[in-house]
């Protein structure tokens, strides 16, 4: 599975950016699909979780103000971002997670840029 993220981009702080995540193939057998994030100089970390239950969890820093969501159809993750601030800046990374009978695997997109200007 291949994942392609789009959506990035440079806006002012209060505002808005939907990213999207389009794999290649189905993600209805994916465990979980996530974002990650990594700003410049920082560790990568957990934005958002989704499980293929539908349960999600956020990090402290973006609760209420970001959504996660997965349409399995058009095989696609989506991030809601509003109430954007400066310390939103970062890479943004789609992640997604499967189990085989030994192992765990985990593919991942290629990042886009969010730029939040204050």
């Known amino acids: 599975v291949q994942l392609q993220a789009s959506g990035g981009g440079l806006v002012q702080t209060g505002g808005s950016l939907r990213l999207s995540c389009a794999a290649s193939?189905?993600?209805?057998?994916?465990?979980?699909m996530a974002w990650y994030r990594q700003a410049p100089g920082k560790q990568r970390e957990l934005v958002a979780r989704i499980t293929r239950g539908g349960s999600t969890n956020y990090a402290d820093s973006v609760k209420g103000r970001f959504t996660i969501s997965r349409d399995n159809a058009e095989n696609t993750v989506y991030l809601q971002m509003n109430s954007l601030k400066p310390d939103d800046t970062a890479v943004y990374y789609c992640?997604?997670?499967?189990?085989?009978?030994?192992?765990?695997?985990?593919?991942w997109g290629q990042g886009t840029q969010v730029t939040v200007s204050s």
């Open positions: 992640n997604a997670v499967r189990y085989t009978i030994s192992s765990r695997i985990d593919y």
């Open positions: 193939g189905s993600i209805s057998g994916m465990l979980s």
